[in-house]
């Protein structure tokens, strides 16, 4: 079993749209979280981090952590077809093996307009 | 442009040679790391270096792989006698060791190994 799960999708929601994405993980270990937006055949894109449980806003973005369950999740609201990428969560532990990081597979989105 | 750069974007090679990629990570950063991303994955860590010293390696890394980055700047990620099995996109990023912890990536090396 994989440390980091993520739903590969792909997910489609109309432009507009709350896209929600989520990942669980099973390494009680990891304290630091980040989501990644990666467009076809480019590097990932940070989009938001976050150390602590409970939510994180950016503009349309929200992270959101539940260490208790193993579960982190990022919200886009009022989606638009530039969202369509794939979504990559990624976690580390906070030690000097900081950037070692254990990658979801990666989320498919697409935003209809 | 002031990001992380990765030369070349994509190689195509025949199965045992050898190829070389080389990534300049952003001029303040001090810790570079290269991953490595197989179709409908997310990217798996290789190894990091922080300044010249390079400080853990995956298992992944066999001893095919070698990675050097000489005086802290630039790195290299060399594979010798490559096989099929290489095929995938080489990411590299780096990041500073202290203030915020943000982990920038390049675009990627893209190999194809025939």
């Known amino acids: 079993q994989k440390e980091v799960e993520q739903d590969p999708g792909p997910l489609s929601v109309p432009e507009g749209a709350i896209v929600s994405l989520n990942c669980t993980y099973s390494?009680?270990?990891?304290?630091?979280f980040m989501w990644y937006r990666q467009y076809s055949r480019k590097g990932p894109e940070l989009l938001m981090y976050?150390?602590?449980?409970g939510n994180k806003e950016d503009g349309r973005f929200t992270a959101q952590v539940d260490k208790s369950s193993k579960y982190i999740s990022l919200f886009i609201r009022d989606s638009q077809p530039s969202d369509s990428a794939t979504y990559l969560c990624?976690?580390?532990?906070?030690?000097?093996?900081?950037?070692?990081?254990?990658f979801g597979a990666g989320t498919q989105v697409v935003v209809t307009p | 442009d002031t990001g992380v750069s990765q030369d070349p974007r994509h190689k195509i090679t025949k199965r045992g040679q050898n190829v070389t990629f080389r990534c300049d990570p952003i001029?303040?950063?001090?810790?570079l790391y290269w991953y490595r991303q197989t179709l409908g994955q997310g990217p798996e860590f290789l190894t990091y270096?922080?300044?010249?010293?390079?400080?853990?390696k995956s298992r992944l890394l066999s001893d095919r792989f070698s990675a050097e980055r000489p005086k802290g700047s630039f790195s290299t990620l060399e594979i010798q006698r490559t096989e099929q099995g290489d095929s995938a996109m080489y990411l590299c990023a780096s990041s500073s060791r202290t203030g915020a912890r943000e982990l920038f990536f390049g675009e990627g090396s893209r190999l194809t190994v025939l």
């Open positions: 390494n009680s270990a990891f304290q630091y």
């Open positions: 001029s303040e950063h001090n810790r």
């Open positions: 990624a976690m580390s532990v906070l030690t000097d093996s900081w950037g070692k990081f254990q």
């Open positions: 976050t150390y602590s449980s």
């Open positions: 270096f922080q300044n010249e010293a390079q400080l853990e």
